[in-house]
């Protein structure tokens, strides 16, 4: 079955710094999702890609689509604390109902 | 408005004994989803629901699990003679139709098996 891996697993970071996380994939998806779980909460949705290439900023986070559809990376600027949390990566195969798989995520740590 | 809300938020309970977590979904939403996330992991696919259709069951670990939604609405995840490996915090979410990429998860039941 498809995988996700994230790297890195966890990352602390001083207060103000820009982050960057990626998910490679050894199968080709069609739609790359970016969540994020606070402690104690489901996870919400940040970011949806729709198309190989495809650069989407929201606020602070920006992610990219893969060229090659098995890959995407998430950027956040200027870091808060709020900022803290698990941050997962995930990928559905095609329209309609497709199973959504969820990577291992990204343990974000902020350093006021 | 309301979100998916879950209950218990938290469950203890003996090896061999069974349990059942609820799931309340956002009104309207006609598929909800069953995710168990184990400690340092992902989110392992459970069970789908939508509509009227038979469900997706694929991701149940094993036959001692099974789930329900009532009326289109309601869900309760059953586990029967838990064993300790079924400890993990258990999520479900809903989306307003089955092609809707946006799910909306509740904040979990932590389960513990001792």
């Known amino acids: 079955g498809q995988q996700l891996n994230q790297s890195p697993q966890s990352m602390f970071i001083q207060e103000g710094e820009d982050v960057s996380m990626n998910c490679t994939s050894s199968s080709i998806f069609n739609t790359w999702l970016w969540y994020k779980q606070d402690p104690g909460e489901g996870p919400v949705l940040l970011i949806a890609l729709y198309k190989a290439g495809e650069l989407t900023s929201n606020g602070r986070l920006t992610a990219q689509f893969g060229i090659t559809r098995k890959d995407s990376f998430l950027n956040i600027s200027a870091s808060i604390p709020s900022d803290v949390g698990i941050y997962f990566c995930a990928g559905q195969l095609s329209g309609g109902y497709q199973k959504v798989t969820f990577g291992t995520g990204t343990k974000l740590q902020v350093i006021p | 408005g309301a979100g998916v809300s879950q209950s218990p938020s938290n469950k203890v309970t003996e090896k061999g004994k069974d349990v059942e977590l609820r799931c309340d979904p956002i009104?309207?939403?006609?598929?909800l989803y069953w995710y168990r996330q184990s400690l340092g992991q992902g989110l392992e696919f459970l069970i789908y629901?939508?509509?009227?259709?038979?469900?997706?069951k694929s991701g149940l670990p094993s036959d001692r699990f099974s789930a329900e939604r009532t009326g289109g609405s309601v869900s309760t995840l059953t586990i029967q003679r838990t064993q300790q490996e079924d400890s993990a915090v258990y999520l479900c979410a809903s989306s307003l139709r089955e092609s809707s990429y946006e799910q909306y998860f509740g904040p979990g039941t932590r389960l513990t098996v001792t």
């Open positions: 629901f939508q509509g009227n259709s038979a469900p997706d």
């Open positions: 009104s309207g939403h006609t598929a």
